[in-house]
């Protein structure tokens, strides 16, 4: 459907500096448990022994200026095998693999990702460079460099 309204220019308008369309990209939870779901479950102790169970997932949602949002592509975010839950690491891990899928999906869609504290890291910039290649690292490439300098960038 996302491809259909693409196509269609519907949120031609929209797009930042009349060429980049915003995706903004968020982990957040779909359902939490007390008990032992399912073998997908995430799973995360407290400190006073607690365990909760969840499901997450990473969402990269088309976002307009009058605050309209669309879902273009999702990725779950899973436990490493026999470890504990640590968000920042599966949430980067299940980065790399939404935009790899983005890139599959919208191969020559310009895009600026628009996302939290948790990306601005050097694996991020490294890993992701590749499979998002081209416009999408405009904007970004011009802060990172601004900020650390050519070494983060192959």
């Known amino acids: ?19 980049w369309y915003r995706i903004a990209v968020d982990g957040t939870g779909v359902v939490s ?8 479950c995430l799973h995360q102790t407290s400190k006073n ?6 499901h997450k997932v990473l969402d990269a949602r088309l976002v307009t200026p009058n605050g309209f949002s669309i879902s273009i592509a999702s990725e779950w975010i ?7 839950y640590d968000k920042q690491d599966c949430e980067r891990k299940a980065f790399t693999r939404l935009a ?15 996302a939290d504290a948790l990306y601005p890291y050097e694996g991020f910039f490294l890993r992701s460079a590749k499979p998002m290649d081209g416009p ?3 904007l970004l490439k011009t802060v990172i460099y601004q900020q650390f ?5 192959p």
Request: hydrophobic share 35%; proline share 5%; aromatic share 14%.
């Open 78 to 84: 899973e436990n490493p095998e026999n470890d504990e």
């Open 49 to 54: 022994g607690i365990t909760t169970y969840s």
């Open 1 to 19: 459907m996302v491809q259909v309204l693409l196509k269609r220019k519907v949120f031609y308008k929209s797009r930042y500096r009349s060429h």
């Open 136 to 138: 999408i690292w405009l």
């Open 100 to 114: 790899a899928k983005l890139k599959k999906i919208y191969p020559r869609l310009p895009i600026i990702i628009l």
């Open 149 to 153: 300098g050519k070494r983060y960038w």
């Open 33 to 40: 448990f007390d008990h032992h779901h399912c073998e997908e």
